[in-house]
């Protein structure tokens, strides 16, 4: 069975950095690419990294390149996220999702950042 | 950067209605598009692929038209446990933008 299980959100101040984690099981990790998903409380989804299976290819959205590293560790079959320089509109659920052919067909249970003072 | 926009915003339908949900993208995107459900407090859900490739397990009563710009979602008849969000996404180029989503609401 295909898992995808996300840990490390919580609440942090304006400025602040948090490390999400992603960890897979379930399917040869290194063989798919990944991406991270967020989803603002209320509002719709979106996309904000993606990183190819040997991490060859590393794209970012406008709204969090610079602040935001993903990565992956291949042997232990894990996702990262290292979010820096948060500000309240980075305040969201964050998934991370298996690539598909055109689409995600596994998605984690989310894990809530919200940064605040 | 491609802008996908759909409508409507919102849908009220009645179990056994035939619903459908449109997707246009800014630019051609060939048949990259994805859509998902999702439901409160749950992750979204795959359901078409390729614009109208069936995710496996997905029920026969979803499917998916369209290619370059426009694209619709169809339910064929709508059932208790299709009442939610939907979502349609680009899935070539980057960003893989999401349109605004469509809520599907009970009449």
């Known amino acids: 069975e295909v898992l995808l299980v996300e840990s490390g959100g919580g609440l942090v101040q304006p400025g602040g950095s948090l490390r999400l984690s992603c960890a897979a099981s379930?399917?040869?990790?290194?063989?798919?690419?990944m991406n991270w998903v967020r989803q603002a409380p209320g509002k719709g989804l979106e996309w904000i990294s993606y990183?190819?299976?040997?991490?060859?290819?590393?794209y970012y959205a406008d709204s969090v390149k610079g602040r935001f590293t993903i990565s992956r560790d291949n042997a232990n079959n894990s996702l990262f996220l290292q979010m820096n320089s948060l500000r309240a509109e980075d305040t969201a659920v964050y998934y991370c999702?298996?690539?598909?052919?055109?689409?995600?067909?596994?998605w984690g249970q989310g894990t809530l950042v919200t940064v605040s003072s | 950067d491609v802008q996908m926009t759909q409508s409507p915003s919102s849908v009220s339908a009645s179990v056994g209605d035939r619903v459908t949900i449109t997707c246009r993208a800014s630019?051609?995107?060939?048949?990259?598009l994805a859509w998902y459900q999702q439901k409160p407090g749950k992750a979204p859900k795959l359901l078409i692929y390729?614009?109208?490739s069936l995710q496996s397990g997905v029920p026969s009563r979803f499917s998916g038209t369209g290619s370059g710009t426009d694209f619709t979602l169809t339910i064929s008849s709508l059932q208790p446990e299709d009442f939610a969000t939907y979502y349609c996404?680009?899935?070539?180029?980057?960003?893989?933008?999401f349109g605004q989503g469509t809520k599907v609401e009970i009449k």
């Open positions: 999702a298996r690539v598909f052919t055109g689409g995600y067909d596994y």
């Open positions: 996404q680009k899935a070539n180029g980057f960003p893989w933008t």
């Open positions: 390729a614009a109208s």
């Open positions: 379930g399917f040869t990790f290194s063989n798919y690419n």
């Open positions: 990183i190819s299976g040997r991490s060859s290819s590393i």
């Open positions: 630019q051609g995107i060939s048949s990259w």
